[in-house]
C-alpha cells in the first residue's frame, strides 16, 4: 500500500486533473490550502479572491462526497505558513506519503519555486503535465521551430485540424477558416440584449467574502455586485445560458461596445476556464453542436471556437515558450507611471471611466474594451509596461499571468517588439466612436484633434507615431501611416506633441 499525497491548486479545480487521475481514496490525501502568497503576490480584485477560495471550497466539499481524503488549510489557520512551498512541507511532515504529485502550475512564478521545494524534500514528487488544454509547451515548441513569425492563425488552423473542430473531413467548415471580416458590427441602439442571470453568493460564498473584507479590505473592486459561479454545476448552467441566448450573436457584435454594458453578448466563462470549473473542450464542443444544430450561425461559432482554440491556446504557449524573459520586454522603452484614475475611474474621458468603473465593480471587461480603450490608453501613453501587466493582474476575475501576460506585453502594449503581434494597435478616437456610444456623453470631442477639447486619443496617437518612429517606420504594415504623417505640415505635428505633452502632465 501506498500513499500519495496529491496538490491541487486554485485554478484547479478539475474532477479531470491529470494530478487526480490515479487517486486511490482509500490511501490517497489530497491537499489544498488557502495561502496568504498567493492571496497577495499581486493584490488580486476582491472578487476573484472570494471567487477562487469560495470556488476551491465547493470543490475540496465535492471531493469529499466522493470519497477522497482533502486536508484543507483554510487562510485563518494559525498553523498556515502563508506560502505554497511551505503548506507542502509541513503536509509532508504530518502524512509521510510515498511520493507527492503536482499538476503543473499555471504560472511560471509558482512551478519555479515548487520545483525548487522539489529538489529539497525528502519524498518523490512527480510534476504531471496539465492535460486540460488542447496543447502541451512540447506541441508549441515543435509548431514554433524555425518559423520567423509566431502568427495565432497558422496554429489555430492547425489545431483545427489536429481537433477536428469545425472540419468537414481535411476542409474547414463553410470552407473558410476565419470569418472575423464579418464579426465587426456596432450595435444597433435599438438592440435589446439579453438577460443574463448571476449566481447569487450562498453560504460558503458569503463566509469567504467576511474573511475577504477582514483580510484584504484595501484590496481593488467592490465585492456588491459578486456573482459568479463557484462550482462546476453552476458554470455549466452559466455556458448553457450562453449558448442558447448568447452565441448566435457573439459574432456579429464581438467587437462593439455600449456605455454602462459590460456582458453583451460575451460568454463571461473565462474565470471558469482559467480555474477548471469549465475546460476548453467541453466548451467549442458545446458551441459546435448548436451550429450542427442550426441554432447559431458559422461566423458566430467559428469566432467563438477561435478564441479558445486558437487564442487562449496560442498565449499560453506563447508564454511557456518564451518565459522568463517575456515578462522583462519594453521594446518602446515606455516608463511614464499609471495614473491615478486607473484606480479611481475618475476621468473626464467617458470611455476610460466606463470601462474602469465597471472593472472595479464587476472584475470584467470584454476583450475590445481591455484592447482598445485601457490597453490603446496604455499603449498610446507610453505606460510602464509593468505597472500595465500588475493593473491587468489585480483588476480581472480571470487573470493569470500565463494568459494576462501575453495579451498584454504583446498584443496591447507591444512590449515584445512584435512577437505576437505584427504591429501595434494603436488608434485613434476614430475606432472607439465607431464601435460604442461612448462619444455622445464625453466632455471630449472625437472628431477634433488638437486643443483643449480633442479626444486625446486622438493627438496621443500621432504623437505616438513620431514619438515611436525610429522602432515603427520600417513596419511594412504602418507604411501608409507614416506616410500620411510625414505629409503634415511641420506646426501640425509640433502641434500633437505639444497637446499630449500637456495632457500627460496633467494626468500625473
Ligand atoms: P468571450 O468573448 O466570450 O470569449 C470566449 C473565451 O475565449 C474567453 O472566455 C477566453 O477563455 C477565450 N479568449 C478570448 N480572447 C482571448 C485571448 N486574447 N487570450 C486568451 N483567451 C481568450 N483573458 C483571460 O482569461 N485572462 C486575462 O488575464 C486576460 N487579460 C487580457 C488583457 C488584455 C489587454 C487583453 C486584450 C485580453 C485579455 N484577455 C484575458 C483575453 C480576453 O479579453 C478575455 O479572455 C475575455 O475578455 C474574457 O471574457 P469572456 O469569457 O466573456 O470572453
Ligand atoms: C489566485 C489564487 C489565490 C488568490 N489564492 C489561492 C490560494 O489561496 N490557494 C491556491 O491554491 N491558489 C490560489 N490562487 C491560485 C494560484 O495563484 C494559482 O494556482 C497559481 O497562480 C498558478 O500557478
Ligand atoms: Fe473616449 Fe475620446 Fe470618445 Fe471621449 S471622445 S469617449 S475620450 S474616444
Given at each position: 500500500m501506498t500513499k500519495t499525497l496529491r496538490l491541487v491548486l486554485g485554478?484547479?479545480?478539475?474532477?479531470?486533473?491529470a494530478g487526480l487521475a490515479d487517486l486511490d481514496r482509500e490511501q490517497d490525501v489530497i491537499l489544498m490550502a488557502e495561502v496568504m502568497a498567493e492571496c497577495t503576490y499581486v493584490r488580486h480584485h476582491k472578487q476573484k479572491i472570494v471567487l477562487i477560495l469560495s470556488a476551491m471550497r465547493h470543490f475540496a466539499e465535492s471531493l469529499r462526497g466522493s470519497g477522497a481524503t482533502v486536508d484543507y488549510v483554510t487562510l485563518d489557520d494559525k498553523a498556515n505558513s502563508g506560502d505554497m512551498p511551505g503548506e507542502l512541507r509541513r503536509a509532508v511532515e504530518r502524512h509521510q506519503p510515498d511520493s507527492l504529485v503536482i499538476t503543473c502550475c499555471g504560472e511560471y512564478r509558482l512551478q519555479e519555486a515548487l520545483e525548487a521545494l522539489a529538489q529539497e524534500l525528502d519524498c518523490p514528487v512527480e510534476f504531471r503535465d496539465d492535460d486540460r488544454f488542447f496543447t502541451q509547451a512540447a506541441d508549441f515548441a515543435a509548431w514554433a521551430q524555425g518559423r520567423k513569425q509566431l502568427r495565432m492563425e497558422y496554429w489555430y488552423r492547425e489545431l483545427r485540424k489536429r481537433s477536428g473542430l469545425l472540419m468537414e473531413g481535411d476542409k474547414p467548415a463553410g470552407d473558410r477558416w476565419n470569418f472575423d471580416q464579418e464579426n465587426r458590427k456596432s450595435l444597433p441602439k435599438t438592440l435589446t440584449l439579453p438577460e443574463r442571470a448571476g449566481f447569487p453568493p450562498d453560504e460558503t460564498t458569503k463566509a469567504v467574502m467576511a474573511l475577504v473584507e477582514t483580510h484584504f479590505a484595501d484590496h481593488f473592486g467592490g465585492l456588491e455586485a459578486f456573482d459568479w459561479a463557484v462550482t462546476t454545476a453552476d458554470a455549466e448552467r452559466a455556458l448553457e445560458a450562453f449558448i442558447e441566448d448568447c452565441l448566435p450573436q457573439f459574432g456579429d457584435y464581438q467587437d462593439a461596445m455600449r456605455a454602462?454594458?459590460?456582458?453583451?453578448?460575451?460568454?463571461?466563462?473565462s474565470p471558469y476556464l482559467n480555474i477548471g470549473l469549465l475546460e476548453p473542450r467541453q466548451v467549442c464542443d458545446a458551441a459546435e453542436t448548436a451550429w450542427r444544430e442550426g441554432k447559431a450561425p458559422l461566423n458566430a461559432v467559428e469566432g467563438f471556437i477561435r478564441q479558445i482554440l486558437g487564442w487562449r491556446e496560442y498565449v499560453r504557449g506563447l508564454y511557456w515558450h518564451c518565459m522568463p524573459d517575456y515578462a522583462e520586454g519594453n521594446a518602446l522603452e515606455a516608463t511614464r507611471p499609471l495614473p491615478a484614475f486607473f484606480w479611481?475611474?475618475?476621468?473626464?474621458m467617458a470611455c476610460l471611466a466606463d470601462v474602469i468603473g465597471q472593472t472595479r465593480d464587476r472584475a470584467y471587461a470584454h476583450h475590445i474594451q481591455r484592447l482598445m480603450v485601457t490597453g490603446t490608453f496604455a499603449l498610446l501613453a507610453g505606460l510602464d509596461p509593468k505597472a500595465v501587466n500588475e493593473w491587468y493582474m489585480i483588476v480581472?476575475?480571470?487573470?493569470?499571468e500565463w494568459v494576462e501576460l501575453p495579451n498584454v506585453?504583446?498584443?496591447?502594449?507591444?512590449a515584445d517588439g512584435g512577437i505576437m503581434a505584427s504591429k501595434p494597435y494603436a488608434a485613434s478616437g476614430k475606432y472607439i466612436d465607431r464601435m460604442s456610444d461612448y462619444c455622445k456623453g464625453c466632455?471630449?470631442?472625437?472628431?477634433?484633434?488638437?486643443?483643449?477639447?480633442?479626444?486625446p486619443f486622438n493627438y496621443l496617437y500621432w504623437d505616438f507615431l513620431q514619438r515611436n518612429e525610429g522602432t515603427l517606420r520600417g513596419n511594412p504594415r504602418l507604411g501608409r501611416i507614416y506616410h500620411t504623417l510625414g505629409r503634415m505640415e511641420a506646426d501640425k505635428r509640433a502641434g500633437f506633441t505639444r497637446d499630449a505633452a500637456a495632457f500627460l502632465d496633467s494626468m500625473e
Amino acid at each position: 500500500m501506498t500513499k500519495t499525497l496529491r496538490l491541487v491548486l486554485g485554478d484547479q479545480l478539475s474532477s479531470s486533473l491529470a494530478g487526480l487521475a490515479d487517486l486511490d481514496r482509500e490511501q490517497d490525501v489530497i491537499l489544498m490550502a488557502e495561502v496568504m502568497a498567493e492571496c497577495t503576490y499581486v493584490r488580486h480584485h476582491k472578487q476573484k479572491i472570494v471567487l477562487i477560495l469560495s470556488a476551491m471550497r465547493h470543490f475540496a466539499e465535492s471531493l469529499r462526497g466522493s470519497g477522497a481524503t482533502v486536508d484543507y488549510v483554510t487562510l485563518d489557520d494559525k498553523a498556515n505558513s502563508g506560502d505554497m512551498p511551505g503548506e507542502l512541507r509541513r503536509a509532508v511532515e504530518r502524512h509521510q506519503p510515498d511520493s507527492l504529485v503536482i499538476t503543473c502550475c499555471g504560472e511560471y512564478r509558482l512551478q519555479e519555486a515548487l520545483e525548487a521545494l522539489a529538489q529539497e524534500l525528502d519524498c518523490p514528487v512527480e510534476f504531471r503535465d496539465d492535460d486540460r488544454f488542447f496543447t502541451q509547451a512540447a506541441d508549441f515548441a515543435a509548431w514554433a521551430q524555425g518559423r520567423k513569425q509566431l502568427r495565432m492563425e497558422y496554429w489555430y488552423r492547425e489545431l483545427r485540424k489536429r481537433s477536428g473542430l469545425l472540419m468537414e473531413g481535411d476542409k474547414p467548415a463553410g470552407d473558410r477558416w476565419n470569418f472575423d471580416q464579418e464579426n465587426r458590427k456596432s450595435l444597433p441602439k435599438t438592440l435589446t440584449l439579453p438577460e443574463r442571470a448571476g449566481f447569487p453568493p450562498d453560504e460558503t460564498t458569503k463566509a469567504v467574502m467576511a474573511l475577504v473584507e477582514t483580510h484584504f479590505a484595501d484590496h481593488f473592486g467592490g465585492l456588491e455586485a459578486f456573482d459568479w459561479a463557484v462550482t462546476t454545476a453552476d458554470a455549466e448552467r452559466a455556458l448553457e445560458a450562453f449558448i442558447e441566448d448568447c452565441l448566435p450573436q457573439f459574432g456579429d457584435y464581438q467587437d462593439a461596445m455600449r456605455a454602462g454594458e459590460a456582458k453583451l453578448f460575451h460568454g463571461l466563462i473565462s474565470p471558469y476556464l482559467n480555474i477548471g470549473l469549465l475546460e476548453p473542450r467541453q466548451v467549442c464542443d458545446a458551441a459546435e453542436t448548436a451550429w450542427r444544430e442550426g441554432k447559431a450561425p458559422l461566423n458566430a461559432v467559428e469566432g467563438f471556437i477561435r478564441q479558445i482554440l486558437g487564442w487562449r491556446e496560442y498565449v499560453r504557449g506563447l508564454y511557456w515558450h518564451c518565459m522568463p524573459d517575456y515578462a522583462e520586454g519594453n521594446a518602446l522603452e515606455a516608463t511614464r507611471p499609471l495614473p491615478a484614475f486607473f484606480w479611481t475611474a475618475e476621468t473626464e474621458m467617458a470611455c476610460l471611466a466606463d470601462v474602469i468603473g465597471q472593472t472595479r465593480d464587476r472584475a470584467y471587461a470584454h476583450h475590445i474594451q481591455r484592447l482598445m480603450v485601457t490597453g490603446t490608453f496604455a499603449l498610446l501613453a507610453g505606460l510602464d509596461p509593468k505597472a500595465v501587466n500588475e493593473w491587468y493582474m489585480i483588476v480581472y476575475a480571470d487573470a493569470f499571468e500565463w494568459v494576462e501576460l501575453p495579451n498584454v506585453q504583446g498584443m496591447a502594449l507591444f512590449a515584445d517588439g512584435g512577437i505576437m503581434a505584427s504591429k501595434p494597435y494603436a488608434a485613434s478616437g476614430k475606432y472607439i466612436d465607431r464601435m460604442s456610444d461612448y462619444c455622445k456623453g464625453c466632455r471630449y470631442d472625437v472628431k477634433q484633434t488638437s486643443g483643449d477639447a480633442a479626444c486625446p486619443f486622438n493627438y496621443l496617437y500621432w504623437d505616438f507615431l513620431q514619438r515611436n518612429e525610429g522602432t515603427l517606420r520600417g513596419n511594412p504594415r504602418l507604411g501608409r501611416i507614416y506616410h500620411t504623417l510625414g505629409r503634415m505640415e511641420a506646426d501640425k505635428r509640433a502641434g500633437f506633441t505639444r497637446d499630449a505633452a500637456a495632457f500627460l502632465d496633467s494626468m500625473e
